[in-house]
């Protein structure tokens, strides 16, 4: 299995910038996929995710600023990503989980995902 990010650049406050994720070696319409990030010298956490049947999850600092999306006919993944701030600078990871997707018991942080990305790298800066 193999994720591949693109996407990612440099943005200025304010700003926009899709990710995409293409998944191979896979079919994800069963599947939850989803985005962490981390920023230099900062914790990994998770950023959205989506379920299989389309319900997402977004961390609090992102909520109704970035969408995530998902094509299941190109195995693809989106995250659009609005109003960009300086706090969302980092590599942002792609993530594929077989088991069950995110409730309300687990969030994102609860899960464990079992395929990752290398990363597209985002930049906030004026």
């Known amino acids: 299995v193999h994720l591949v990010e693109s996407g990612g650049g440099v943005a200025q406050p304010g700003g926009s910038v899709r990710l995409a994720c293409e998944v191979s070696?896979?079919?994800?319409?069963?599947?939850?996929i989803g985005w962490f990030r981390q920023a230099h010298k900062r914790e990994r956490e998770g950023v959205s995710c989506?379920?299989?049947?389309?319900?997402?999850y977004y961390r609090d600092s992102v909520k109704g600023r970035f969408t995530i999306t998902r094509d299941n006919a190109k195995n693809t993944a989106y995250l659009h990503m609005e109003s960009l701030n300086p706090e969302d600078l980092a590599v942002y990871y792609c993530?594929?989980?077989?088991?069950?997707?995110?409730?309300?018991?687990?969030?994102?942080?609860?899960?464990?995902?079992?395929?990752w990305g290398e990363g597209a790298s985002v930049t906030v800066s004026s």
């Open positions: 989506i379920n299989s049947d389309g319900c997402p």
């Open positions: 070696g896979l079919f994800l319409d069963n599947y939850a």
């Open positions: 993530v594929v989980r077989l088991g069950p997707g995110w409730n309300m018991a687990t969030g994102m942080e609860g899960l464990e995902f079992d395929h």
